[in-house]
């Protein structure tokens, strides 16, 4: 864990007594309240459970962790009864076995003779302790309990003859996931785990989280496999390669590919026993048909055009070597860029923008990142002087109070919203500050919505704003910590009372805040802020006004509080951290700062220039015009991910030289000259730092389709042949260089899990003179008078598919669910459409038009439409302009449409 700020608000633990007694003859201590079962965990002696997990509550179902006090001859279960002083404890007598062996048979009784083709193989816990127990027959008369065999859906398959009624599938989905999708049903005989109204899962709140199926001991619930069936050869643990979370996995691998995943049981990771629809079942895309395996490169054919031919790594490396240094030379540095990803490793994405910015000398480096979750991050670094750039979730479970801004962490970072559930239902205070109705909207205590009438884009930093100010109008802000570490809270205050006297709160509105402002007065909160609010409309204003929040309540550098951003992509933070933006260098230095710069002049033994280079829209632009010549794209799918795609591939097309590398064939490596095949996470060795700030080592695991090469291998393949003295034949070679060059890395590991180092000089917590300062107020004029034919489509994330759906859509089962696709409005908008159910629509913007199914979403406001992304090869991007990626914002999830049925 990080070390704690000046600030934080350390209180020390109350002393707990410690008592004594007797477990097998050996005397231990323990602290009062902890169970018979975990102290004897902890000291090594084994005692049988079946429905014990150490993330769930005590349940004592089972009866198989019974135990005997030596002193009164009672048998108790373990699990659920706590320590007393001096108790002498026996687990193993002839009694408590003998009362084990009969609960063991009678399961065994009702359960089905099925272990050869379980899927559940020698995992299945039941199997193992009657193997321990010597347990080969029953002796008991079969009593079968025949259950439907559910096979509905591409995730789980449930088998319930198998369920052994350990209710830890229940306890998951309501405990940890915070769903309740399923509960018991019926009694006796006929209790099994069921969905309200004996529905199928498919037609339930279930969000395919999978968290049941790993809790299962037995083969009741299991993965469902389109080619793979039994058990795994080994499991090796790795971290997952969607969202920013960044879980701890179990893989399983068979024939040296990945066959399962479950949660790792690696203590303390940001999931624990939990995972998300796409960690838990879409990795299957590593095993995809579309995966590359062979160099390509691009040939004029005399009767087809142009087609690819396979050619060996020494050749391929080196068209790409000589081609883009005879346009550097022929064109100069300004010609070439360098596109690299957020779902690539630290260590490549160092080794990416040094080889531009050394070899090629250009700054036309950046990502797709910095179109997606970056721009928050770098307005929350700025505005904290880099005093909260480790912020742990586990911190939300202990927060005062919480506070969520345009963040539906259903879709987007499932398990960032599995602490905010968790912590709500523990009764800490949740105020949600969003347009439409998300997963936490049962768990808030207070929901600030706009008015029907207003604008939401506008109205929501007008609120936020309110919010601070009836804080502090009820004396429940700190005036210790503004006075001691900010400035410019009394103007702000007025600009504030002014804002709000021009654009007056309607009655809605101001009895939501007043509702919250009791919540939180007094507390220092945890702004939980969505990672697209600089992406859409007005996001600068959103983000500042829950900044000003932060300050106002004390929360910035506070134990438990502060900003936290569920980062959208697997390393969105790492990737801007090891410099990979125009006018950033490694180590969130700016380019523009001279010091830092020549600082890292004199690590890397040559002259960096001062000038930043082009961002994704002036790439594009540039390519268009012919200043751009060459373009270097290392792992993203640029036309399937940018707004705009014709108008992008229209553009790489006038390019004399593109380089792609990438695990999977797609649009953009059809346009390629030189196509590298590059190895998935699972395939290779590296890190990646997740939005907690948490830097996360995995290693090799499963093996690479055909000849492909992990990306920093193939960028220091690269670099030999460019001339580059400095040889990367490991990946720890990589990290060392990291370790110097970029400070707030200096504990990056090769195995452990350790932490980004906040910034300790110039912080307002350094014993300086900086201080927070408060954000101006920028007031938002109301638009006019909208269109009641045109509607406001808002581009957003499913849980089904990460970013532009390149991998996700590769995912057998994801694709096989194909739900969900549909453009979603409110029930009065699809009245005044006159739509019936099975319509379809034409949704049209001034960029393009999609067609789409429909569904009624109450929990939209009127006159939005949201649109899912990923889908149908992600074409709702179509809608919106490329122009809205012009800085400072890009502002293009959100664009003006007309709707009408076809």
Known sequence: ????????????????????????????????????????????????????????????????????????????????????????????????????????????????????????????????????????????????????????????????????????????????????????????????????????LEESTCTFCGTCVSMCPTGALSARHIDFVGTPEKEKNSICGFCGAGCSLALGISSDRVTEVNPSKINDSVNGATLCVRGHFAHDYLNCKDRLGQPLIRVQSENNGPEFQPVEWNEAVSRAAESLAAIKRNHGPGSIAFIGSPKCSLEENYLFQKIARILFETNNVTSTGSINGQALLRRTEEKTMGAARVMPLSALERAEAIVAVNYDPDHTVPVSGYHVKRAARAGIPLVTIDSKRTGLAPFAGARIRPDPEADAEERIPVLISALAAKIADHDGHDPDFIKQFTTGWDVRKKEIDALLADLPLSPSEEKEINRAAKLLSGRRIALVIGADVMERKHGPQTADAAFNLALVTGGIGAQNAGIFIPAPENNTVGAMDMGMLPDMLPGRRMLSDKEARENLERLWNTKLSPDPGLDLYGIIQAAETGHLKGLYIMGENLIRALPDNSRVEAALKKLDFIVVQDIIENRTTRLAHVVLPATAFAEKSGSFTNMEGRIQAFSSVAAAPGQALADWRILGLLAQKMGYPEQYGTVEKIRQEIRRTVPMYSAMGNYRREWVKNAEKNTPFSQNDSRFEFSAIERINPSEKKDKKAFTAVLGALRWHLGSGTCTGRSARIEAWNRDSEARLCPSDIRSLGLAEGDRIRIKSEQGSVERGFISDPGLPVGRVFLPLGFNGNDAAALCSLETLKPPAPVWRTCRINIEKI
């Open 1 to 200: 864990m990080p070390a704690l700020s000046q600030h934080q608000n350390q209180k020390g633990a109350a002393q707990v007594e410690a008592i004594a007694f007797t477990i097998n003859g050996k005397k231990v201590t323990c602290r009062t309240g902890d169970s018979i079962l975990s102290v004897a965990q902890k000291n090594g002696v084994f005692i049988p459970t079946l429905c014990h997990h150490p993330d769930l509550k005590p349940y004592g179902a089972c009866r198989m962790c019974l135990v005997e006090d030596e002193k009164s001859g009672r048998l108790m279960a373990s699990c659920v009864t706590p320590v007393a002083k001096d108790m002498v404890i026996l687990t193993d007598t002839k009694r408590i076995v003998e009362h084990r062996k009969n609960i063991v048979r009678l399961m065994m009784a009702e359960h089905p003779e099925s272990c050869i083709v379980c899927s559940k193989g020698n995992r299945c816990e039941l199997r193992g302790l009657a193997a321990r127990l010597g347990i080969a027959e029953t002796g008991l008369y079969p009593m079968p309990n025949y259950k439907p065999y559910e096979e509905l859906n591409p995730f789980i398959v449930r088998d319930l003859s198998k369920c052994i009624l350990c209710g830890k599938c229940i306890r998951a989905d309501h405990e940890l996931v915070a769903v309740g999708a399923i509960e018991y049903n019926e009694r006796g005989f006929s209790s099994r785990p069921a969905t309200l109204m004996e529905k199928p």
